[in-house]
């Protein structure tokens, strides 16, 4: 099994993307001193306590940025093989995760690790060998997909 990488496919886009996102975690934690971890920040307006507006206004940039993008260049076709069950079992087991490892990659590889913090590498180390585990199990020992 070989990993190959598709460096065509990678475009000055993908960099100012990149860039955005780091600028964006620099702004967020130097200027209020928050974490930009997703799934905390998105939990975070789902519970009953008063919602801050840096919060809607995170989660309404990940939503309006790719129609953002639409209007500069096509976006992908986008394909969904997998059957709805289990499109919903992994959302659900990635909920789970993220619960129990007290936040999301965004928050851990992206955050944690920049500010060097221990448990964050931890965390982000189990991310990626679960993720390989589980697509070693689900392709090649099950043949799903």
């Given at each position: 099994m070989s990993i190959q990488i598709d460096w065509q496919a990678f475009t000055p886009i993908s960099l100012v993307g990149g860039l955005m996102l780091g600028v964006?975690?620099?702004?967020?934690?130097?200027?209020?001193?928050?974490?930009?971890?997703?799934s905390g920040i998105f939990s975070s307006l789902l519970k009953p306590k008063r919602v801050e507006m840096w919060q809607v206004l995170f989660i309404l940039g990940?939503?309006?940025?790719?129609?953002?993008?639409?209007?500069?260049?096509?976006?992908?076709?986008?394909?969904?093989?997998?059957?709805?069950?289990?499109?919903i079992g992994a959302g659900l087991l990635v909920g789970f995760g993220t619960r129990l490892g007290s936040g999301c990659t965004s928050g851990h590889g992206?955050?944690?690790?920049?500010?060097?913090?221990?448990?964050?590498?931890?965390?982000?180390v189990t991310f990626m060998l679960f993720g390989i585990v589980t697509v070693y199990i689900v392709r090649h020992a099950l043949g799903l997909i």
């Amino acid at each position: 099994m070989s990993i190959q990488i598709d460096w065509q496919a990678f475009t000055p886009i993908s960099l100012v993307g990149g860039l955005m996102l780091g600028v964006a975690t620099v702004i967020l934690l130097l200027g209020i001193g928050r974490i930009a971890g997703i799934s905390g920040i998105f939990s975070s307006l789902l519970k009953p306590k008063r919602v801050e507006m840096w919060q809607v206004l995170f989660i309404l940039g990940l939503v309006i940025s790719p129609l953002l993008y639409g209007l500069v260049k096509p976006l992908p076709d986008i394909e969904i093989s997998s059957s709805l069950p289990l499109l919903i079992g992994a959302g659900l087991l990635v909920g789970f995760g993220t619960r129990l490892g007290s936040g999301c990659t965004s928050g851990h590889g992206i955050c944690g690790n920049a500010r060097l913090s221990p448990r964050s590498m931890a965390a982000t180390v189990t991310f990626m060998l679960f993720g390989i585990v589980t697509v070693y199990i689900v392709r090649h020992a099950l043949g799903l997909i």
